[in-house]
């Protein structure tokens, strides 16, 4: 029946409603399309448009070759989409769901179109047809299920160090990387991957430390916490750097810390990854701070405290503790923190700060300061600007803007040594003004004498560093299995994927480092090298370089938005360069790679287990004049931004641009990633060789979804994640790290999940495992990360096996 005609049924209305928006869909496309074809992109969007609003216009006027034409849009659709992407499931979504959406309203409306029995005729073969075809892309939607096996694990064992250091964790978790070798890996083999669906919550208790409606604190926690355990306590420090100190078999509190942080003194976020254990030498243990916890602070203080009762240890500094902070500039409030377990060699408590990036070219000094672990004095200080420094500068004041270490270091007891992974230059994307010591220094690993606080050795991963590369993962330390034996070696993961091994006494590399092209153009040619390195061990980076084809969203429409961002930036693949003229696109992005969760490492099999991320980041360098129109002024100024994303509006004062960062590049409206998942996943990697085991993604989509909203799917899409991972003699891998709030045990010999449970927070933070009275516990505290959007929670959880 024609629409103006009376009376006017339900269904009619309900078919013109349809072809409103078929139309409106097809208007959207056609002009999105013609913009992405003057960009030089896909023809698709633009001819698929114009076919829905033809379809749009005919079916609101009743007339079946409206339908008829939507049926011939979608197998066009089809058609293009398996030539683009073929069976790759997460590449079809974008372009086959939404589609298929309207073509599910598109069938009943026949029976008005069409009317009468033949009109019932198309309806149920057209019906027919959609679940058949809705069969077929579920079995295609189960390979994002999948993941790659490459081989099996080694067969034979590495051999073990001499080291007492090195010794693979047991009953006790010492340090925050299981001891400060960082192999987070436990000797314990009670839950095996048979027995670990029987895992149960034992206990937990809460910290107490939330942001609660403190204005200061709000979208600012993310506390990243690993316990330490020791005898039979357990450690945790909380966001604001409260420490708890719990019975570790049924997490009851022995006592409490609170060094009274403010607010104000968080930088971008509250955290505190862990905290360090320390015996005094020849000390009876009765002794007070015989035994003491050393951490320090989001306001650049270290504290001292007796491990047993909480206590000051009044002979640590002044009252126990020391302002690390003097010397390194003029500084406000979240500009000086510690965020990172200080890491503790020969009794010299070696400590770096995060200087909060992206404010000023001259920030705080990235000195690195190593003290005392019984009286708290400073033992020395590297300034790597100075090197003629011991402690106090001639002139009052460390370097300003040199490179910082804001993560953790590992350590070497028998060498000496201890190894620092550090960032870049303050003002990240900004480098005309580096010279010597700087550039020398920035993103490299440096290998520091313990006893002298001068360098023994440094390998540089990125040579003029403007994309904010610094180095966050701890390194490992390893014996490195050679066609001699084995050598000691430090593995380094980095930002970029890239995995080095090195030997840890010379830093020469174990395993093969090339050098790759590098793109010279952008705004600071001159300052551009030819060639960066790349490891030829292995990398977690993907082997090509983005697409248009790989843009993503949940329809065509964002998916086309995403490929006109693609097509009108500056993207020369890796490395790169800022640009101020437009956009430019970073891939990987500043968050991995391999980030804070660094790597694990199963000596006796000789795996390395890696979690990473896979994102880009969609920058722009803005021009002085536009960042102060804007009002972006960096942190302590009376006008500063509260809060906010990092890195989206860094001032980067002291330098002609500020820069605008897209971590993970989101798309407008639905909040999605432009780029198409996994966006993180887990891999094995054979020590010996680099040779990949398996990989898989990490996380699912159950917390993830458009618009904020969590889908609840439980499919393996591959999320952001922060966070690393502990393996266990009997072959369990745990981690959490992912945004969908689970903690998970992957199978080492599979990489199947073989248990999850559900966390009340984000698990971005590191598992430990311990044991007391026989028991083996896994220990997690899911502290959330206002950064990946997981809730906020104060709880530490136990898992363990029921008892007997």
């Known amino acids: 029946m024609p629409l103006g005609r ?21 208007v959207v496309l ?76 598109i069938i009943p409306s026949l029976l008005v179109l069409k009317g009468g029995r033949e009109g019932r005729k198309w309806a149920i073969g057209g019906g027919v047809a959609f679940v058949a075809m809705a069969g077929v892309s579920s079995v295609v939607v ?9 081989g099996a694990l080694p067969r034979a064992g590495v051999a073990q160090s001499s080291d007492p250091d090195a010794i693979p964790v047991g009953a006790d978790w010492p340090a925050y990387g299981g001891s400060y070798h960082a192999q987070r890996y436990s000797s314990l083999n009670q839950i095996t991957p048979e027995n670990v669906g029987k895992l149960e919550r034992v206990w937990s208790f809460h910290t107490g430390d939330l942001p609660g409606d403190r204005p200061g604190a709000q979208n600012k926690y993310a506390s990243e916490n690993t316990p330490l355990k020791i005898g039979d306590t357990l450690y945790a420090c909380t966001g604001k750097n409260m420490v708890v100190a719990v019975n570790a078999a049924t997490g009851e509190t022995r006592w409490r810390f609170d060094p009274g942080v403010d607010d104000a003194s968080i930088p971008y976020t509250a955290a505190c990854r862990g905290v360090s254990y320390f015996v005094v030498p020849n000390v009876e243990a009765a002794q007070p701070c015989a035994t003491r916890i050393i951490w320090g602070t989001l306001d650049a203080r270290i504290i001292a405290v007796d491990a047993r009762t909480g206590q000051r240890c009044a002979a640590f500094g002044r009252n126990g503790e020391v302002n690390t902070a003097e010397g390194m500039g003029q500084t406000v409030p979240g500009m000086i923190s510690i965020t990172s377990a200080p890491t503790i060699v020969r009794g010299v408590v070696v400590t770096g700060h995060q200087i909060l990036d992206g404010q000023r070219r001259d920030a705080p000094s990235g000195v690195i300061k190593g003290f005392d672990a019984v009286t708290g004095a400073l033992r020395w200080a590297w300034d790597m600007n100075s090197p003629e420094t011991n402690t106090t500068p001639a002139n009052g004041v460390y370097t300003l803007g040199t490179p910082n270490m804001w993560t953790t270091a590992s350590g070497d007891e028998r060498l000496g040594l201890v190894y620092l992974p550090l960032g870049s230059t303050a003002a990240d994307y900004w480098s005309s003004d580096r010279t010597g010591q700087q ?64 030997n840890r006494e010379t830093g020469q590399p174990l395993a093969g480092v090339g050098t790759i092209k590098a793109p010279q153009d952008g705004l600071e040619p001159q300052m551009r090298t030819p060639s960066q390195p790349v490891s030829l061990f292995h990398t977690l980076r993907r082997p090509a370089d983005l697409t248009e084809r790989q843009m993503w969203g949940m329809s065509p429409i964002d998916q086309m938005v995403c490929r006109i961002q693609f097509r009108n930036a500056a993207y020369d693949g890796f490395y790169t360069t800022p640009r101020a003229d437009r956009h430019y696109i970073q891939y990987p992005g500043y968050n991995g790679g391999s980030d804070w969760g660094g790597i694990s490492i199963d000596p006796v099999r000789g795996v390395i287990v890696a979690n990473y991320n896979d994102m880009p980041n969609y920058n722009i360098l803005v021009p002085r004049a536009e960042a102060d129109r804007r009002g972006w002024v960096p942190r302590g100024e009376p006008s500063a931004r509260k809060g906010g994303p990092e890195g989206a509006g860094d001032p980067q004062v002291g330098v002609p641009y500020a820069v605008s960062v897209n971590a993970g590049w989101r798309m407008p409206f639905t909040g999605l990633l432009c780029k198409e998942p996994p966006y993180g996943g887990i891999r094995a990697i054979d020590l010996r060789t680099g040779r990949q085991i398996w990989d898989r993604p990490l ?87 206002h950064f990946m959007e997981t809730p906020v929670s104060d709880e530490v959880i136990a898992y363990a096996l029921p008892e007997a």
């Not at 009376?6 to 097809?26: F, H, R, S, Y």
């Not at 439980?714 to 009997?730: F, K, L, Q």
């Open 6 to 26: 009376d009376p006017k049924g339900a269904a009619e209305w309900a078919v013109g409603a349809l072809g409103v928006i078929l139309t409106l869909i097809g």
């Open 30 to 105: 056609v002009i999105g399309g013609g913009m992405l074809i003057a960009a030089g992109g896909s023809w698709y969007y633009l001819l698929a448009g114009l076919g829905l609003v033809a379809s749009g216009v005919l079916v609101f006027r009743q007339e079946l070759l409206g339908a008829w034409t939507y049926v011939g849009v979608f197998v066009a659709t089809v058609l293009w989409a398996l030539w683009e992407v073929g069976l790759d499931s997460w590449g079809l979504v974008p372009r086959v769901v939404a589609p298929a959406v309207l073509l599910a309203f």
């Open 142 to 150: 189960a390979q994002a299920n999948q993941f790659h096996v490459d």
């Open 439 to 502: 550039l020398d220094y920035a993103t490299s690993l440096v290998a520091l004498d313990v006893s002298t606080g001068k360098p023994r050795w440094h390998f540089q991963t990125v040579h003029h560093d403007v994309w904010d590369y610094d180095l966050g993962s701890q390194a490992t330390l390893v014996d490195f299995p050679t066609g001699a034996g084995t050598t000691p070696a430090v593995v380094l993961p980095s930002k970029q994927g890239d995995i080095y091994v090195l």
């Open 699 to 785: 996380g699912t989509a159950r917390k993830n979804g458009p618009f904020g909203v969590p889908s609840g799917l439980g499919i393996e899409i591959g999320t952001p994640n922060n966070g690393g991972a502990v393996v266990t003699a009997s072959g369990l891998i745990f981690i959490a790290a992912a945004t969908d709030d689970l903690i998970r045990a992957i199978d080492l010999n599979t990489g199947k999940t073989v248990w999850t449970a559900p966390l009340p927070g984000g698990g971005q933070a590191t598992p430990m495992t311990y044991e007391v009275n026989g028991r083996q516990f896994v220990v997690i505290a899911p502290g959330g990360h």
